[in-house]
């Protein structure tokens, strides 16, 4: 009878999300194999410090540290590893689909530095590797890119990919706190780990872009070739003339194909209150795909979180289940045979607002407005706020039209030579 057929499991980690796949496998595998007509059985577990505390319904018997009981037991046929980190979890992965064993990832950082080498072995030995979880909890816009959108041509993804950073930005935006204040309470709150530099330099999401610009333009994106500017030098001040302007403050991971080029960036940007990524407030995520077919998605979700993720992660188990009993596997990604550039930074075209903190006496803004028209850069609006009176400064916010990123960095280290020039507090792209 094909509903009493195991398909024998393997789970490498035991934390946040390893924890809710075991939960979910042991607890309902019932209803499970009653929806995918087979039953999944978790056969061992590999966790790191044996020492460590366990669930309580968690047996015993099937925790191991040591990875050979999982990669190397005919009998296991699907891997889910959900430790973290690009090492071991490369090493096993390969071994895992070396071996002829099914894979499912909730690693963005293992598939953004090796997705590629993985998939292509996957499909040499003939076996699925899926990541879904990787990118967006519990959104699933893995499984959208790779299948249902795969009839477009995409022009875009914008996304907010990182829920501890929008954490933090909704809590200074709406709270007026500066970031340091944000931060802290993201971290008692266990939104924001001990140490936050992968989430708020923009590490995490550089990983989550590479993965979806990999499956929206059929070609690597590498991290290391995705801009990235974090968050931590963002100011209450900003978010209050932000909003004053009509703007809130996000930090977007973007990635175009646009004029035979691709680009991609992952940072803080001005958001008009009235477009839909503005409304993503705290811990949820959200994905916009553009494609000459679909148009504008939206995706939005929870990004993280145990239960978020564990859906994503059974979902692809049992999509793996249901492709074993047909098919073999679909080629992952189609590469290109001639592939995009990836365009640098400064070749960005983007609006600009520049806040500067400035001699509080005539003439000031002449001298800013000459050295931006000199490289091109008009002003679209320029407002004076907050006089100090004892340092005799004022702060000038100034928001500009469409201009070149390289021009406009040029412009920034002109005016740092400027005397008038007191302090560039700070430079955010505008995303229309
Ligand atoms: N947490 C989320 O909300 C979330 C969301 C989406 C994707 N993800 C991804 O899911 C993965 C797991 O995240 P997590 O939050 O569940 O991590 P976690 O709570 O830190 O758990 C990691 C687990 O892996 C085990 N482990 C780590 N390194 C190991 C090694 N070298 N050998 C054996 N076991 C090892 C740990 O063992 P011990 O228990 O013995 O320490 C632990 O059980 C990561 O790739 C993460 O990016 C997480």
């Known amino acids: 009878m094909r509903s009493t057929q195991e398909i024998k499991v393997g789970l490498l980690g035991l934390g946040v999300v390893g924890g809710g796949v075991a ?35 968690v047996p015993a018997a099937l925790i191991t540290t040591n990875p050979e009981e999982i990669l190397a037991d005919p009998q296991i046929q699907v891997v889910v590893e959900v430790m973290g980190g690009a090492q071991p979890a490369n090493r096993y992965l390969q071994d895992a689909l070396s071996a002829g064993k099914h894979v499912v990832t909730a690693n963005k950082e293992v598939m953004a530095k090796h997705g590629p080498e993985l998939l292509a072995l996957a499909q040499q030995r003939r076996v699925h590797l899926l990541f879904e979880a990787s990118v967006g909890g519990g959104i699933p816009i893995v499984g959208c890119l ?3 959108l795969l009839a477009n041509d995409i022009r875009s993804v914008r996304s ?26 993201a971290q008692e709150r266990g939104y924001a780990e001990a140490d936050p530099t992968n989430d708020v330099e923009g590490i995490d999401a550089s990983y989550k872009l590479s993965v979806l610009a990999y499956l929206a333009f059929h070609q690597r994106v590498p991290p290391e ?19 004053e302007l009509g703007y809130a403050i996000k930090s977007l991971a973007i990635a175009t194909l646009e004029g035979g080029a691709i680009q991609a960036r992952v940072y803080p940007a001005l958001v008009p209150l009235d477009n839909m990524l503005a409304k993503v407030d705290g811990v949820y995520n959200a994905v916009e795909v553009d494609g000459n077919l679909c148009g504008r998605v939206l995706f939005h979700g929870r990004g993280a979180g145990r239960e978020p993720t564990t859906s ?17 596997p679909l080629p992952p990604v189609a590469a290109l045979e001639r592939p995009w550039p990836i365009r640098p930074i400064g070749d960005l075209r983007s609006r600009y607002y520049l806040r500067l903190t400035v001699a509080d ?32 400064t004022a702060e000038l916010v100034i928001t500009t039209h469409s201009a070149q990123e390289a021009s406009v960095q040029q412009a920034l280290r002109e005016m740092t030579g400027l005397s008038v020039v007191r302090r560039v507090n700070n430079l955010i792209r505008i995303e229309e």
Request: net charge positive.
């Open 23 to 57: 939960a979910t496998l042991l607890g309902q595998g019932d209803a499970l194999s009653r929806k995918i007509g087979r039953r999944l059985v978790l056969e061992k577990i590999l966790v790191r410090d044996p020492a460590k505390a366990r669930p309580a319904d």
């Open 146 to 148: 790779t299948n249902q």
């Open 160 to 185: 907010i990919i990182n829920g501890t950073t929008n954490y933090i930005l909704t809590r200074m935006a709406h709270q007026h706190t500066d970031f340091p204040v944000a931060l802290k309470e």
């Open 225 to 243: 070739n995705i801009y990235r500017e974090g968050i931590s030098r963002l100011q209450a001040q900003d978010f209050r003339y932000a909003q």
């Open 312 to 328: 994503a992660v059974v979902g692809d188990l049992v999509e793996i289940a249901r492709r074993m009993d047909g098919a073999g």
């Open 361 to 392: 006496r005539p003439g000031v803004l002449a001298q800013i407005a000459h050295i931006l028209g000199e490289r091109l850069i008009s002003i679209a609006a320029v407002v004076q706020k907050d006089t100090n009176l004892a340092e005799q």
